[in-house]
């Protein structure tokens, strides 16, 4: 848990013209770890993660992946060290068929025989998206476009991989199956997680650690466990 | 945990996209024939009522400026109103080549090689003047999006347009003439297929594939490792580098070129072209410019109605077929 952190953020704010959207946050990712970012609408946590996968530019503040400063690089070359990000909202490319999405994941590996080992963990994760391989993106339900968001994310090969609110607008059902897909995929491949959810119950179970976010502040933070008994959080997130 | 569904090898051929290099016999042989075809039928234009002829040039024309517009606006979606702008600078580059340089370069008695090989340098340099313009507008202004990189091509194509009516070398507002007439069948047919054969191949192969992804996503596309902004400026660069070969083939056709000519319902007209062939589709922005250059001759008694037959046509169409003439693909467009 102790190690050197594979992420670390600090003193990060962001602004819109005029609105401070992320003011003053710091937090911590350990390698291999899973680790949630809570808060509710428009709370800064979409923001937070443009600008850590380089989307946005931050007004001060630093941001550091396995020791490097990454603060101010082009977004494909933050891809290209190995930070994914798996955009709110299923961004799939929808006029693309899924093969050709997840070989847009690829767009940076010139290994080839890598990239075709990789697909085939990611059919074996969601075998669902091997069966609808030529299938236009945009033509797949919503959950089925968040597997192939996050395969298309994982055919890069990332050591780091953040996830933007996977479970909004999907089947109840299908959001199970795709949590515990990042638990395996964290466990299995080793890839540390950052989890964007206002799905708390479900994101504080699967992670080790989390933080929440309000209006753009770190109000509070600390082992799952211990917010998921948290009173505030409780009335606030988790529905009583 | 998951299963591995032990099933056949997936075929590469339909699951990926394909290496430019795979696609190439194909539409080589397509390149080629179309290429022979140009110069073939040009054979013959001769024995064809001039009338006839003119129009067609106009067509192959007006193809390589829908099919340039479509990589910009259809494949990357990024909405350009200054393909006129490009497309001047293209004609007015190209003609000074072949009105000053010309008689310079051909010596006394030159032969058709010699003019064909002095028309085609004219064009390469009309086509690259445009291109760097293209950069030119395209880095700074790319970073703006839909109405407002909309609007920086417009003021774009107003600009050039006023600079070339203030160049006095070039005829200023009278407008540049004497230019010679090198445009044929062949010439404008010839680029024509260039330019449907490169934006083809470019949208077709695993490189190509940025492009549409930039469209249909931005912030998906810049997530997985793309370099949305290298490829919205290339498509840009690409596209005015064939309006400004169209241009030049303009004016060593209408042998006078006007700043005028050139304004914003010129850009207009193309991007008609795009968007009622369907954006992102070569075929129908193929059929759309062939159809709108024709329909005004047809419609030549009751020109001064042209414009509104325009906006009547598009109005309908938007109703009927958003997705574009020849688009039976599921969701080209997000209207």
Redesign the interface.
């Known amino acids: 848990m102790n190690a050197a952190p594979m992420l670390s953020v600090s003193q990060l704010s962001v602004s819109y013209g005029a609105i401070n959207a992320v003011c003053d946050l710091s937090l911590e990712i350990p390698q291999g770890g899973i680790v949630t970012l809570l808060g509710g609408n428009g709370a800064g946590k979409t923001t937070t993660l443009h600008t850590l996968s380089g989307l946005l530019r931050p007004k001060s503040g630093r941001v550091t992946f396995c020791g490097e400063d990454i603060t101010r690089l082009p977004p494909h070359q933050i891809v290209a060290r190995g930070l994914s990000h798996v955009p709110e909202g299923r961004m799939v490319f929808a006029n693309l068929s899924v093969a050709e999405n997840l070989a847009m994941g690829a767009f940076l590996q010139t290994d080839k025989a890598l990239v075709a080992e990789t697909r085939e963990h990611i059919f074996a994760l969601f075998p669902r998206l091997k069966e609808r391989l030529r299938q236009t993106a945009g033509t797949l339900s919503g959950g089925e476009q968040q597997m192939l968001a996050i395969g298309r994310a994982l055919m890069g090969c990332p050591k780091f991989l953040m996830l933007d609110e996977p479970s909004l607008g999907i089947a109840p059902r299908l959001i199970t199956t795709i949590f515990e897909k990042i638990v395996e995929i964290n466990r299995t491949q080793g890839i540390t997680i950052l989890l964007v959810e206002q799905n708390a119950n479900l994101a504080l179970e699967i992670s080790s650690y989390g933080y929440v976010l309000e209006t753009g502040h770190i109000v509070c933070q600390g082992p799952s466990r211990d917010l998921r008994q948290n009173p505030q959080l409780k009335a606030a997130y988790l529905g009583g | 945990?998951?299963?591995?569904?032990q099933?056949r090898a997936?075929n590469p051929k339909?699951?990926?996209?394909v290496p430019v290099w795979r696609l190439l016999p194909r539409q080589h042989l397509a390149l080629a024939l179309g290429l022979v075809a140009a110069v073939v039928i040009s054979r013959f234009s001769g024995s064809i009522d001039a009338y006839l002829v003119d129009v067609a040039i106009g067509i192959g024309i007006n193809v390589i400026l829908a099919v340039s517009l479509n990589l910009v606006n259809g494949h990357t979606g990024q909405f350009s109103l200054g393909h006129a702008g490009f497309m001047s600078v293209g004609a007015y580059l190209a003609a000074a080549c072949t009105v000053f340089a010309g008689p310079r370069l051909l010596g006394a008695a030159p032969g058709p090689l010699a003019h064909n090989l002095l028309f085609f340098g004219a064009l390469l340099i009309g086509g690259l003047g445009a291109a760097f313009a293209g950069l030119l507008v395209g880095i700074p202004s790319l970073r703006l999006k839909g109405d407002y990189l909309a609007l920086v091509t417009l003021g774009f194509g107003e600009i050039i347009r006023v600079i070339f009516q203030n160049v006095e070398v070039l005829g200023g507002a009278l407008g540049f003439n004497g230019v010679p007439a090198y445009t044929d069948f062949a010439w404008a047919y010839g680029w024509g297929v260039l330019t449907i054969f490169t934006v083809s191949c470019l949208v077709n192969s695993?490189y190509g594939?940025?492009f549409?992804?930039t469209?249909?996503?931005e912030?998906?596309?810049?997530?997985?490792?793309?370099?949305t902004t290298r490829y919205k400026t290339v498509a840009f660069a690409v596209g005015a580098f064939f309006a400004g070969v169209a241009g030049g083939l303009f004016a060593h056709l209408k042998l006078s070129i006007d700043p005028r000519g050139f304004d914003f319902t010129r850009s207009i007209e193309i991007v008609v072209m795009v968007i009622l062939g369907g954006m992102?589709n070569t075929l129908g922005v193929i059929l759309a410019a062939v159809l709108l250059t024709i329909l005004p001759e047809i419609l030549r008694p009751v020109a001064e109605y042209r414009m509104v037959l325009y906006s009547l046509l598009l109005i309908i169409l938007m109703i009927t077929r958003p997705q574009g003439l020849l688009n039976f693909?599921?969701?080209?467009t997000?209207l």
């Not at chain 2, 945990?1 to 569904?5: G, R």
């Not at chain 2, 596309?221 to 370099?227: E, F, M, P, R, V």
């Open positions: 945990m998951a299963e591995i569904p099933s997936p339909s699951d990926t996209p695993t594939r940025g549409i992804a469209h249909d996503n912030i998906a596309a810049q997530s997985i490792g793309l370099d992102g693909r599921f969701g080209k997000r």
